[in-house]
């Protein structure tokens, strides 16, 4: 056996080089999480709003990371930043905005710091005790973007799509109303003050308010509005009157508006319509007058109590009011005379006439010449004259009354003046006066302590002369005069009283006690002189009297 092996014929191994990865799997991990990284910073991108900034006053509680912006109590953005800003006077805010809000970002939108408030008009900010301050937001009507804005100081009193509309008032002063001060419709809560301002001109204060729906739509051209801050306390010939529409208005003010029944207008006011503000309700509700007619009356006493804006009557019926209060003066004689200024209107007298009248009063009260001659007649024919009288005495507010004299003096007036002057008579007040002060002086010259005086000194007398009769007469005498001695101890005690009650400097009835005073003196007189004469013949009540004269 041929032990050679043929070595081409055996297997043979063949070398394969390993094969190399590019990569490692060690890599994957890292490339996977970059992956992931630039993913959600795309996203981020994708998602992430602007960019704004906010220029405040002042900042307070603002923290760059943790004060969050909110709108309808959602979060739209957070602050990012805050620095010192425009020479250091200002604060300037950085913030990011979320995505979703990034439509809200318009040139009339609003910020504003909110934080915990309490006021008289209410509190608000509360949440922020526990969270924090926050920055408010309030959405624009713009469609003009913007990215810088001037945050506000305090919030806006209403927002922007409340439903309701705004008017502006016109004032001479503030009062004491403020932004939020309550605006009444019939002494409900509809509404209140936006803001308020100096106007142009430096004489007048410009209000904004807001009266809600469904309520705005009772504002139209004729409605009045007027200040109903406080106690409307009114001092007037009718005695005093207090009004307030609620305790809210008494402590921080309000405005109350209506509208007059002789105003017809019924279309509501367009926003933003000026209307005036009034001082209070009845100058608010007073009636402008289409006819006027202007007087002077002169009266030769004091016009105390007398003021601008006192009623003037006719028969006790409205007439009128008072424009001015005076005097003149005449330089020769130096007399001074009190000077009235009166206007009527003559179309209040015919509200008051009968249904067959009125057309006739009418037709009278337009003309000028029918109105003259039928106020001629009155005065010549009836007695029309003018007085001053009181309309309260506890106010001693007093007021001008037309009224029939017919025992007074005759007058004519002189129709070609520009305010004629109408006849007077002088008011019943200061005669009435005049007659108690003279009875007060002459009740000050009687000598009533000395009377009082010496009455009690002749009941002292007269009790003595009674015991010396008692000891000299007989038991029924003695009875009798018991009896007086009673009613001489009733009188003593009367006596007293009236001495403390009756016999004051000041005291009433004192008149009256004098006579009576006068009686009881003549009385003792006649006892004194009955008990004298019983002294020398007591036994006249037995026997009679003699004929000795006593």
């Known amino acids: 056996m041929s032990e050679s092996i043929d070595r081409d014929s055996l297997p043979r191994a063949t070398l394969t080089p390993a094969k190399r990865s590019r990569i490692s799997a060690v890599w994957l991990i890292p490339l996977i999480a970059a992956i992931l990284a630039v993913g959600i910073a795309v996203q981020r991108i994708l998602n992430q709003g602007p960019t704004i900034s906010i220029v405040f006053k002042s900042a307070e509680g603002v923290e760059a990371g943790k004060t969050i912006i909110k709108y309808k109590d959602v979060k739209i953005g957070q602050v990012t930043a805050v620095e010192l800003h425009d020479n250091y006077s200002k604060v300037l805010v950085t913030a990011q905005i979320d995505k979703h809000a990034e439509g809200l970002m318009v040139e009339d939108a609003k910020f504003w710091v909110v934080h ?48 309701g509309r705004q008017f502006l008032l016109t004032a001479d002063d503030l009062g004491s109303l403020g932004t939020g001060s309550p605006i009444y419709f019939r002494r409900l809560n509809v509404g209140q003050v936006m803001a308020y301002d100096l106007a142009e001109n430096g004489k007048d204060v410009t209000i904004q308010v807001f009266v809600n729906a469904p309520y705005d739509q009772f504002v139209t051209r004729g409605t009045r509005f007027w200040n109903a801050s406080g106690l409307d306390v009114s001092l007037g010939a009718s005695g005093v009157d207090v009004r307030t529409q609620s305790l809210v208005s008494l402590l921080i003010g309000g405005i109350a508006f209506e509208t007059p029944s002789f105003d017809s207008t019924d279309e509501p006011a367009a926003a933003d319509t000026a209307f005036a503000l009034y001082d209070d309700r009845a100058t608010a509700m007073k009636q402008p007058e289409s006819i006027a007619r202007h007087y002077i009356a002169y009266f030769n006493e004091s016009m105390r109590g007398l003021s601008v804006g006192a009623p003037v009557t006719l028969l006790g019926l409205a007439a009128g009011e008072v424009t001015d209060v005076g005097f003149d003066l005449d330089p020769k004689t130096l007399k001074l005379r009190g ?22 009063g009418e037709d009278i009260a337009r003309s000028v010449q029918q109105s003259r001659a039928l106020f001629q007649r009155l005065i010549e024919e009836r007695g029309l004259r003018a007085q001053l009288r009181s309309g309260s005495l506890i106010t001693g507010q007093r007021y001008v009354a037309f009224d029939f004299f017919p025992d007074a003096a005759e007058a004519e007036i002189d129709w070609s003046l520009e305010k004629p002057v109408v006849a007077t008579v002088p008011s019943t007040l200061p005669d009435l006066e005049a007659k108690v002060t003279g009875i007060l002086a002459k009740l000050d010259k009687i000598p009533f302590e000395a009377i009082g005086t010496d009455l009690r000194k002749t009941i002292e007398t007269l009790d003595k002369t009674i015991e010396h009769i008692n000891l000299g007469v007989t038991p029924g005498l003695k009875s009798a005069i018991a009896g007086l001695r009673r009613v001489l101890a009733t009188a003593n005690r009367v006596l007293r ?25 003549r009385a003792a007189r006649a006892v004194r002189v009955l008990s004298d004469y019983l002294e020398r013949n007591p036994g006249a009540l037995i026997r009679g009297k003699s004929g000795e004269n006593p």
Do not use: C, M, W
């Open 339 to 360: 000077r009235v200024e009166i206007v009527t209107y003559p179309e209040r007298l015919v509200e008051h006439l009968s249904a067959d009248e009125t057309a006739a």
């Open 497 to 521: 009283n009236t001495d403390a009650t009756l016999l004051g400097k000041d005291a009433p009835g004192q008149l009256e006690l004098r006579d009576a005073l006068q009686e009881v003196a």
């Open 116 to 163: 915990p408030r309490v006021t008289l008009s209410g509190v608000s900010g509360l949440s922020t005790l526990l969270s924090g301050n926050f920055i408010g937001f309030e959405k624009g009507t713009s469609k003009k973007t913007q990215h810088r804005f001037t945050g506000l100081e305090t919030a806006p009193v209403i927002a922007i799509d409340q439903p």
